[in-house]
C-alpha cells in the first residue's frame, strides 16, 4: 500500500509528520484517530484529527493535512437523499418551524 508524509496541525501531535495511508484515489482519510493509552490502566482517550487542504503544493493537485478536532465528534457519515437529517448540531435551535407552512395565497 501507498503512503504519503502529512503533517499534523495542532494537539498534542502539533508539528509532527507522520505517514499515512493512502486509499485508491491517492487520498488520506478524512479522519485520523488516535488512541492514546491511560496511563493508569482505564480506557484509552481518543485524538480526533480531520483532514484539510494544505495552502501550499502544486496546482490541480491536492496535498493534505490534519488539523485536531478537539471535540472529536462522530465522523461524517453517509447521507443519502432519504435518511433522517441529524439533531441539531451543538446545540442549536432549530430556525425551521415544525408543521404545514402557512397558505399565503389564500
Same mark, same amino acid.
Given at each position: 500500500?501507498?503512503?504519503?508524509?502529512?503533517?499534523?496541525?495542532?494537539?498534542?501531535?502539533?508539528?509532527?509528520?507522520?505517514?499515512?495511508?493512502?486509499?485508491?484515489?491517492?487520498?488520506?482519510?478524512?479522519?485520523?484517530?488516535?488512541?492514546?493509552?491511560?496511563?493508569?490502566?482505564?480506557?484509552?482517550?481518543?485524538?480526533?484529527?480531520?483532514?484539510?487542504?494544505?495552502?501550499?503544493?502544486?496546482?490541480?493537485?491536492?496535498?493534505?493535512?490534519?488539523?485536531?478536532?478537539?471535540?472529536?465528534?462522530?465522523?461524517?457519515?453517509?447521507?443519502?437523499?432519504?435518511? *433522517? &437529517? @441529524? =439533531? #441539531? $448540531? /451543538? %446545540? *442549536? &435551535? @432549530? =430556525? #425551521? $418551524? /415544525? %408543521? *404545514? &407552512? @402557512?397558505?399565503?395565497?389564500?
Amino acid at each position: 500500500m501507498k503512503s504519503e508524509d502529512t503533517p499534523f496541525e495542532g494537539g498534542p501531535l502539533d508539528g509532527r509528520v507522520l505517514p499515512v495511508l493512502v486509499g485508491m484515489t491517492g487520498h488520506p482519510p478524512k479522519t485520523y484517530r488516535v488512541p492514546v493509552p491511560d496511563p493508569h490502566g482505564g480506557p484509552p482517550a481518543v485524538l480526533v484529527y480531520r483532514r484539510a487542504p494544505r495552502e501550499e503544493g502544486r496546482i490541480g493537485f491536492a496535498r493534505w493535512k490534519y488539523r485536531y478536532d478537539p471535540e472529536g465528534r462522530q465522523g461524517s457519515r453517509l447521507r443519502w437523499p432519504w435518511s *433522517k &437529517p @441529524d =439533531a #441539531t $448540531p /451543538r %446545540g *442549536k &435551535p @432549530d =430556525a #425551521t $418551524p /415544525r %408543521g *404545514k &407552512p @402557512d397558505d399565503a395565497h389564500g
